[in-house]
């Protein structure tokens, strides 16, 4: 099959795939196109994904605590200490830590990144996980910041930092995850100090000024060019002596104690901090993206109890089947407890 007759094969699904939340410039060349990005096709998608995501917004603000509401316009990011009761946390804590799951790990740089689905098998295996699910001030910041009355993926997460003989993780750049907003969520298990990678964040990075849209349009015209292959998917990376000219603080780090959970808009430039050395962060690590370009706010299937909690096994099966194809980043690790070696 010639590359011209594949390419007027491949065309319609590259133009279905603007209205989406594809993001990669070098598998959609419609989004990867100097030219089209030069009259604006990428900006256009930047503008618009914010202007529904905020429209979205305004119909979930209601369901959201103002202080909470407040820090997160102004910041991008909320931060709540001791979000559980000592009782609850305890109790979650002490049940994750012994909990043996189904794992799948990540490898990128000197980084293992393991998850464990919280489905049907470690709910019940881990009663104290229901306080959180069901808490209402957790539920509505997580709606809101998504801007989807939709329920997230919520897994078990351990961060073991510091392999030996390994490139650095990439994570440590500063980075947007995606063009548009999307949530990402940590309630820590354990203190996460300075030297054992904290979350970094640059605090109201994730509003669309003239600076940052002037900037997403030089960036598009050339991240194909560039050796970062993470930029050129869409996941821009940026330096932080550009913050400045982006009238933008340097990085917060959020060394933080355990039971505090944070909330963030990963539109917002943020990365994980470097480790000093060989370390393990445990915590629950939630994720919330649609569609930008979706209307609606809710009316989700994959949501409705007995559904979404069985979501994240189901996509894994998914991706296993068509690994061939796309690729499976996150491979079968066996069971494991989340803190295991």
């Known amino acids: 099959m010639s590359n011209a007759f594949l390419r007027v094969l491949m065309a319609p699904w590259w133009l279905i795939q603007l209205l989406t939340g594809a993001k990669s410039f ?66 979650l804590r002490d049940q994750v830590v012994v909990f043996e799951g189904e794992a ?33 001030r957790w539920r509505s910041l997580a709606r809101y910041i998504a801007s989807f009355n939709v329920e997230p993926l919520l ?33 820590f298990l354990e203190d996460v100090s300075e030297a054992t990678g904290p979350f970094n964040y640059v605090l109201g990075s994730h509003r669309l000024t003239p600076e940052r849209l002037a900037w997403e349009r030089q960036r ?55 480790s000093a050395g060989r370390s393990t962060r445990l915590e629950l690590w939630a994720y919330g993206r649609r569609n930008p370009f979706r209307p609606l706010v809710g009316f989700d299937l994959w949501s409705l109890p007995g559904i979404a909690e069985r979501r994240i096994t189901l996509r894994w099966r998914v991706r296993d089947m068509i690994a061939s194809v796309v690729g499976q980043p996150w491979v079968r690790a066996g069971r494991k407890r989340p803190g295991d070696e």
């Open 155 to 187: 897994y078990i997460q351990a961060i073991l930092t510091q392999r030996r003989d390994a490139t650095p993780d990439p994570q440590i750049n500063l980075h947007a995850d995606t063009f548009y907003p999307a949530m990402k969520a940590w309630l």
């Open 26 to 91: 070098v598998d959609n060349p419609l989004i990867g196109s100097r030219r089209l990005n030069a009259l604006g096709l990428h900006t256009t998608r930047v503008a618009l994904a914010q202007r529904m995501t905020e429209r979205r917004r305004a119909r979930l603000a209601a369901t959201v605590p103002p202080a909470d509401r407040m820090a997160f316009d102004r910041d991008g990011v909320v931060v709540i200490r001791d979000f559980l009761s000592p009782e609850q946390f305890a109790a």
């Open 220 to 274: 598009s015209l050339t991240v194909r060019d560039g050796d970062c292959r993470l930029s050129a998917r869409g996941s821009f990376r940026v330096d932080a002596g550009e913050l400045a000219t982006l009238g933008l603080p340097q990085p917060t780090s959020f060394a933080v104690p355990a039971n505090t959970l944070v909330v963030a808009d990963t539109y917002g430039f943020h990365a994980r901090g470097l």
């Open 104 to 136: 799948r790990e990540t490898v990128q740089g000197d980084t293992i990144t393991r998850r464990i689905a919280v489905d049907p098998v470690a709910i019940s295996a881990i009663p104290a996980i229901r306080a959180f699910r069901a808490n209402a």
